[in-house]
Structures are given as C-alpha cells and as structure tokens.
C-alpha cells in the first residue's frame, strides 16, 4: 500500500518543503501501520475517529473557540455498514501518502480525482458487480476530514494546496520556503499568502496592530495611501470569505507576535459572519479551530452605532442624516433572516452584539465600508480607523 | 468646480504616484477647460465622445483585436434629454479630480457613493422638486466610462483602484511604487500584481514564455514544485475571470519583452471564454481592449483534442479510456449554448476552434485541469506542458 521512496525529493522544492513531506510521512505511516499490525495479529482492523459532528462540537467559553468534543467513533472493516468508509479511507491515505512520497502538491480536487474509479468484484453469487469508490468531491473531502481527525494533521501539513486569496502587506520580515521576504518592500503590489502559512517563519516585525479588511478593493486603498506605514499596521485582506490560510496566518500573527487584531468588514450579516469565522471558526470544521480561530480578534467596525450612534453611552455617530441618507442600503430579507440566526450562536450571546443586532433588526439597514471612503479615504484612514482603535471602540 | 492643490501630496505615496497623479490631472484639466472656455464664449457646452455601441464595436482582423468605430455622439447641456446625463459626466469629473488633488485613491464604488445624492430645486412653476444624481453604480459606471473615452484615459491612469486577483511568480525583477521587487523570491506565495500596472517598471527579465493559468490552486502546485524555475516561465493566473490589470500585465510582458503567452484553462466554454477575453478583450468594453488585450497569446490547452485525440492529424489523446470514463463531467445546457454563442465571434471562426467547439458539441463533454493532476503533478508539469510547449499544439 504504500510504495517507498522511489523519486528522490527534487532540488527545485524548498527545503522547508522537504522537512514538512517527511514529518507527515511518518505521522501518516506510523498510524496506519498501527492498522496493518492488527490485520498480521489476527485482529479486527479499526479506526478510532473523533466525531466530526454538531453534537460533538462544543463552544469552549474559556478559550472562545469551537472545538471538538470527546466523542468517537469505531470504523470496523469487518461490519459490512462501514467496510465502504474504510476502504475509502485507506484508500485515501495511500493517495496521499503516495503524493507526498513523490514531492507532489495535490489539492483536494486532485485526490478526488485520483482516488476515482469503479471496482469490479464478484459478488457471492459469483456476479460481476461494479462500484465506484467515490462519485462526488463531497464524500472524498468528507473522507480527507476522517483523515486529517484521525492522523490529528491538517490537510497543510500533508502539503495538500488550494486555491489563496489573502494578502498582506506592513513593516515585517518572513521567511516562506528558501526565501526571505520583506513585506514593505511590495510596491503597489502585496504579498500573496501561501497555502502552508505554518511553513511561515516570522523573522522580525515593526508593527502595532493587525488590521485585517474583508475587501480588497479597501485594503488596496488603504495600502497604497500609506495606512501601513503611518499607523504602524500589518494589514490584510481576506477578499471576501476568508480561506484557512489567511485565517491560520492572522491567528499566528496574534498568537506569535502578540498582535491586537481588528476586523473591518461591511456593516450586515455577512460581514459579522466573516469575523465570527476569523475569531471562533466554522461550525462544521470545528476540529480546524483550535489552529485557524483567532479567540482574541476584535470587531472594529463598521457598526451600527457607528452609522446611528448609541444614546446610551452618549456616542455619535459617523455619518450625518443626509449621508445616512445616501449611503444606506435597505436590508434585505436573508439578511434579517441571518441576523436572527446569528442570535443563537452562543459567541454572539454578549450585550454588545444584541445591541448591534437589535439595532439592525430595527433600522433594517446595512452600510458598505466604501460608503465611508465616499466620505474620503482620508476620512478612512485619518479619522474613522484611528479613532476606533484609539478608543477601543470595537466589539469582542 | 475643479479646486486647486489644496492638500499636500503625501510623502507617503509613491513618486509613481505622484507622477502619474500629475499627468492625469492635466488631461483631465484641459479636456473640461475647452468645455468652460465655450460657456465663457458663449457657445453651446457639448462633448463629442466615442460611441461605446455594439455597432461602434469593430473586431480588427489585422490587429485581431476589439476596437471602438470612429462614430461619436454629442452630449448637449442645452438639450434637454441630455442635460442629465451632461450633469452627470461634469459631476463625476469633478469628484475625479477633486480625488486626484487630495491624494485619494478611490475605488468605482466609492466614486458612486461620492457622487450620490439628491438635488432640490424649483421647477419652471416654482415647485420644488427633487432628483437624484444617479441611483445605481450601473449609472454611475457608464458616466465613468463615458469619462474614460472622452478624455482619453483609463480609469488606472487617473489613480482608481479596484480589487485585484492577479498573482505571478518567476525570474524577473520589477519596479513598483518605490520598491525594487524580485518576482523569483517570493518563497512559496506570490506577488500580487497591482491595480495599476502601467505604473511597473520591468526591470530585467530571464524567462522564454508566459503561462497564464486560470485555476489559482493549480498555480500554487506548478509553482511549488518549482514548474517556473525548471522551464524559465513566469506564470501568472487570474484566478478565474481576469481582472484590468491582470489583462493589462499579461499584455505588456508580450509586447514589451516578447514573450510567448500561452493560457491554460479548463477545457469547457467558460475556459475558452477566459482565453477569449485575455486575447481579444470583451465585447462590453472593447474601448480598453487596445490596451488590455494580447492579440497574440494562444490557448495551450486543455483542448478536446488533447482528451480524445485527432484522427485527421495522427495526434494522440493525453489520457486513457479508463481516465476519460473517471474524469469526464458530462456538459449541462448551459455550456452547449455557450459554444454555440462562441461560434459566432469572428475570432473563433478559424479551421482549428471549429475542431474543437464541434468536437466539445459531439461529445457533450468537458475536463477540468485538475483531471490531469489527477493523473500526477508530474504528467502535467513534465509531460504535458513541455510536450504541448514543444509541439506548438495550440490553437491561436
């Protein structure tokens, strides 16, 4: 099942690489052997898998993350219910064991792909009877998230890539593969984040803060007017939904660097949901969390007092009438209907959040960042993001 | 309505910047001062502008390019189904302007926001009555446009921003903002081409073509295992559609450096119609294509004939039976119309784009790249890229 190392590791992947390839073999070898001694025992072969369930998935208020709870499950060859599961497993882990054996960089789409094709077998009535391993990237990518659980390897650890949209730019020196980046040195341009940003070496950083804006079109203004530089900041786009690799390279921003990081999105739902990814994870990977949340990330803005202000504590507001009146957009029903979703979560059960929502179920109004670079970037940069940093304006 | 320099240029832009904020100060300047000199005359204040019609659209067979007609329109202030759309186009020149002097980098959203608001006023009976300067960005996106083509500039050239998914890697040094950046160390991530790359300085460049590839995951697996550094390639991808700037980038390493561009897609219409756009520019907007476009670039692949073969030229297909029966997505509706939508544009009227859309409509079949690392980073990297590479099996 697993072949050794035929292709020697070529010179044209970074060493960093070849430490990382090697480091995961063994994981991935040494657990599935742990299988293969059973099956020469004589015993039954079985997996023991943490539950990747909604049931198991629990809200750890102390640390504020969403974790994996205690419960498993057995994935037994011998019961005929699971023999499917497992065999797709196994065949899954020698696809990417074979991968990492010959300096392959799959993706999920790839081992899709390679794992795909129709069995052939007798059945005990001696008909040929065909089956296909996997027919959708659905079951594969579930059978990738056994994997990752039960080897207790993310799938960048297994030097498995995706698709990358985040970048950064700010005063920081880091190391990616052989080189050694300057992240103040990008022109206009930005650095792309890798798919592996654990492969990540911070070497020095000159920074106060990480900002970290859902859109790129306002992470290019803010970058190229000198926000970075003038505020001591490490800013980055997630460009919309952020992908693991920038949420893993924000958390070790705050985690390594002690960083303070502030979330700036569009003033709705969508927006909130994209910092509750950042900050706690998604619901149904939360065995990802532990690595990829940020538990300390703030919401900086834009929101809802910022647009009408509060009575309560005397704050005013951003925005004048007229421009409220210009700006606002109404909000729309599967926005409303988010909002109360988001209600539940237990992460958004603060009194600050309820005020927010409350105010937004109210007004029925949500607000777009570039609503406030149409009051001026100046206004931006200078006045809005200094301000709700300097008074911690923000929302946990 | 065009304010002096009342702000300071920031040192904490770029010199480009400030350059390039210069010049298109002037332009826009002079072009709306002949409009003023007219009111001070007497004369009737009317712009001449380039038609931006279907009609007007020509495809330029020796340039092989989408191009604008010589026929023009005339927006008349004193006409009175004109009058907005006059106020409208004096407006965004201002707000324009005014972004240019201020040292703003606003995005066409931002534009949008800027310029919308309500005006009241007394109707020829003495009511009063209101009107809004526009509603939508569709509105305001036209009037920017309409900019555009009249004074002659794009968009980038007077400093507005947008997003940007553009990302390159290989052996060749460029001049962005103030910053010299080496595109051959960017560790495992990569460069993220800016919003203006007319403002790049192509330094030194050690490559022999350009490969543009569509999917930003089978990017970061060529680029990892090092496909630029082996073949002296500077690959590039747009991460789906291909943004302004990505185009215009791609576009200016083949002219200004010669280099070969071969583009590499999906092999279903919506592929096609990425490489449609890079190499002749879209329909809707044909008045950017003398700049955006790559008249030359070539669709490497993946071509239908790389799945099933050619029988006519003895050329054999890239996979197996029993890969075409795993890797296959069968077309839906959507993409048979597509094709036949694709055979209608004069460009892809040649002998081998009609192979290629019949063969596409016999087979009602379509192949993502990742079917073929599917069959290993390796084939793709050493097999078929260099093979098609060295063949010249494109189609232009």
């Known amino acids: 099942m697993f072949p050794g190392e035929r292709v020697p590791i070529s010179s044209l992947s970074s060493s960093i690489d070849v430490k990382a390839r090697r480091e995961a073999m063994e994981k991935l070898r040494q657990k599935f052997l742990e299988l293969l001694k059973k099956v020469l025992n004589g015993e039954e ?90 027919d959708e990237q659905r079951e594969s990518d579930a059978v990738l998230r056994d994997i990752e659980v039960y080897v207790g390897l993310l799938r960048e650890d ?65 970058h190229r007017a000198g926000f970075w530089k003038k505020y001591k900041a490490i800013l980055v786009t997630s460009a919309g939904q952020p992908d693991r690799a920038t949420r893993r390279f924000v958390r070790r921003l705050n985690e390594e660097l002690g960083l303070p990081v502030y979330i700036l999105t569009d003033a709705d739902p969508y927006g909130w949901y994209i910092y509750s990814v950042f900050k706690i994870g998604s619901i149904t990977l939360s065995y990802e969390s532990e690595r990829l949340a940020t538990p300390k990330a703030k919401f900086l803005g834009v ?56 105010l937004f179920l109210k007004k029925q109004s949500k607000l777009e960042i570039e609503a406030l670079t149409g009051k001026g970037l100046r206004f931006l940069m200078d006045t809005y993001l200094p301000t709700k940093i300097e008074t911690q304006d923000f929302i946990d």
């Open 158 to 222: 297994m030097l498995i890539l995706s698709k990358e949209k985040g970048k950064v730019v700010g005063d920081m020196r880091i190391r990616s593969g052989d080189d050694v980046i300057d992240l103040s040195k990008m022109g206009h341009g930005a650095y792309a984040i890798e798919p592996t940003p654990d492969l990540i070496e911070f070497i020095d950083v000159n920074a106060e803060f990480v900002l970290v804006v859902e859109k790129d079109a306002v992470f290019q203004q803010l």
């Open 303 to 358: 929101s809802m007092t910022d647009i009408f202000g509060d009575p309560e504590t005397g704050k005013k507001p951003y925005l004048t009438e007229a421009e409220r009146k210009n700006f606002i957009i109404k909000a729309k029903k599967t926005d409303i209907k988010r909002a109360q979703e988001l209600m539940n979560y237990e992460w958004f059960k603060t009194p600050k959040w309820m005020k927010e929502i409350d």
């Open 45 to 134: 072969p079985k997996m023991i898998i943490p539950k990747r369930t909604l049931s198991n998935t629990i809200y750890d208020k102390e640390r504020k993350l969403l974790l994996l709870g205690s419960e498993t499950f057995e994935r037994n060859f011998l019961d005929m219910r699971e023999a499917r599961k497992f065999m797709q497993t196994v065949l899954m882990a020698s696809i990417i064991y074979e991968a990492l054996v010959n300096n392959e960089y799959p993706t999920i789409r790839d081992l899709y792909y390679r794992g795909k094709h129709t069995i052939r077998y007798r059945d005990h009535r001696g008909r040929v009877e065909e089956e296909n391993t996997w």
